[in-house]
């Protein structure tokens, strides 16, 4: 059996290696254009590899994705069939008694009241004003972010007004730098 090691991958899956690759791969490195050049190819290749693996998986997903959904129709075709058949007896039973259920072993059927539906009209708030139930208005209180990152003034990390007081509350985190890669098409 191999020698194998697992090496964290930055996704935080374990990928298995060789002990071999893994020296192999902590000790190479790019040391001028060409190889730079090389890199830039091999992750273009690794994006087109990617592309492919994920269509092929779209695509089979896709097909269980159908088959799952004409079986679950199917399920549920039936299950409308028979709750209609227990609607249907439960309200013939209701006749003689208005409160009257089904109980088996495997289920309890009845009837219940939903609540009501209220609809709110955009007028509401002005009639609430005028019959003095304005208590019954809420108001919601937010931070304009976009607004107020214009108006102040960012130094060590915290907001100060233009007469530099601090604006408690807030905290800024230096985003700091990130490497791009765009593969060329």
């Known amino acids: 059996m191999e020698d194998l090691e697992i090496y964290e991958a930055t996704s935080g899956d374990p990928t298995f290696y060789d002990r071999d690759e893994i020296a192999e791969r902590k000790a190479w ?93 955009d007028d509401v708030i002005n009639s609430l004003k005028r019959t003095d139930m304005s208590a019954f208005i809420r108001v919601k209180e937010e931070v304009d972010k976009v607004g107020l990152k214009k108006a102040v003034t960012v130094k060590d990390g915290k907001a100060y007004t233009a007469y530099g007081e601090e604006i408690e ?14 593969i060329e098409n």
């Open 169 to 182: 509350g807030v905290e800024i985190i230096d985003g700091g730098e990130s490497l791009s890669i765009k």
């Open 29 to 121: 490195s790019i040391t001028d254009d060409g190889g730079a050049v090389w890199a830039t190819r091999r992750l273009k290749e690794l994006e087109e590899e990617k592309r492919r693996k994920e269509k092929m998986a779209d695509e089979e997903i896709s097909r269980l994705e159908l088959w799952k959904d004409k079986e679950l129709k199917k399920i549920e075709n039936e299950k409308e069939f028979f709750t209609n058949h227990l609607s249907s007896y439960l309200m013939r039973l209701r006749e003689n008694n208005p409160k009257a259920k089904i109980e088996t072993p495997y289920a309890k059927v009845s009837m219940r009241k939903n609540p009501d539906k209220w609809i709110y009209k």
